[in-house]
């Protein structure tokens, strides 16, 4: 055997292997919390938000028009305030409810998802794509409204206890006519913008967006992979207040350089940036209630910054855009 020959035996096996190396999408004993932020300025200096936390997991199983689906049940927690987090004006505790049902095709590497009182499902994830694959916006669940064409841009691995295939999605934005920065789908996990937001993103707007904050599975964090507080931060619905004062980040997107203030009990506390790879980028010990930083020497994309203090931590996610 030549080693032409060799060299295509080998390479034709490890893509075998990587392509049978399917990460299923969970159904059991895990669970996701989102969040999704929208600021309305209103073309002042102040203005009003909408916070959403809202966790999801599964809960039995049922069948519809002969068809096996998971239910996916969700609860949460509503705020109104004001941009700067500093005061509360309305907020609500949803109990948790149905919010709809999931099933996998396996074979393909798909994700269904069928609304409640809806007869017709939509595409969560495709995770058979490749690289120059295009996806009509109009066959995921929540479009974007802008969006009319998106194609997966690039594929590499997350590691957290194992590799994760992770899909870059690029989004056309018709209103602008340029290709910007979309999700990001980890199998086995789903989007990191938020479980049932396969293409929402709009940080390019720099009002807000919608993340995953943490995924669970089986007791373990999954994501954020470097993060041992996010998950804890968030357990029970009642942190979920705590934990929207503990730090704010401005502006976010940020450009050349991003304000950090701190409630008084988080100062002299450990600031940690870390990139989505969980790449530790900075660690710096935060001495005043206010901190600038400058972000000129971080390239674009999505950052986390977690702030410590003894056993109680606190993460947020920081865009980085120029």
């Known amino acids: 055997m030549n080693r032409l020959t060799v060299f295509i035996f080998l390479f034709t096996t490890h893509a075998l292997a990587f392509s049978q190396d399917y990460i299923s999408f969970p159904t059991a004993n ?24 809202s966790r999801f997991w599964f809960e039995s199983d049922t069948t519809i028009n002969s068809i096996k689906y998971f239910n996916l049940i969700k609860n949460g927690y509503f705020f109104y305030q004001d941009c700067d987090l500093e005061f509360t004006v309305f907020s609500q505790y949803y109990e948790p409810a149905i919010a709809g049902f999931i099933r996998q095709d396996t074979a393909l590497k798909r994700v269904y998802f ?21 996806i009509s916006p109009e066959a995921l669940l929540n479009p974007p409204i802008i969006v009319s064409r998106i194609r997966v841009s690039q594929v590499d691995t997350f590691y957290s206890e194992r590799d ?31 479980l049932l937001y396969p293409a929402f993103n ?82 710096t010990k935060l001495t005043s209630s206010n901190t600038q930083l400058s972000t000129e020497v971080l390239p674009d994309g999505l950052y986390f910054v977690t702030v410590s203090s003894g056993s109680n931590g606190s993460t947020r996610k920081l865009i980085i855009t120029k």
């Open 114 to 134: 069928l609304p409640v009182n809806d007869s017709i499902e939509k595409l969560l994830y495709d995770f058979n794509l490749i690289v120059g694959d295009t």
């Open 164 to 194: 994760y295939r992770r899909l870059y999605l690029e989004l056309y934005d018709s209103s602008s006519n340029v290709w910007r920065q979309g999700n990001q789908w980890i199998e086995g996990i789903g989007s990191i913008n938020g």
């Open 30 to 53: 895990v669970s996701w919390t989102d969040r999704d932020y929208f600021c309305d300025w209103g073309g002042g200096t102040s203005g009003m938000a909408s916070i959403g936390t």
């Open 202 to 283: 709009h940080y390019w707007m720099g009002a807000g967006g919608q993340d995953l904050i943490c995924f669970d599975n089986s007791g373990s964090q999954i994501y954020p992979s470097f993060s041992s507080t996010a998950c804890a931060i968030i357990s029970g619905i009642n942190d979920i207040r705590n934990e929207e004062v503990v730090f704010k980040l401005n502006p976010n997107p940020a450009n050349s350089s991003v304000s950090i203030s701190v409630i008084e009990s988080y100062i002299n506390c450990t600031l940690t940036i870390t990139d989505i790879t969980g790449r530790r980028i900075a660690e």
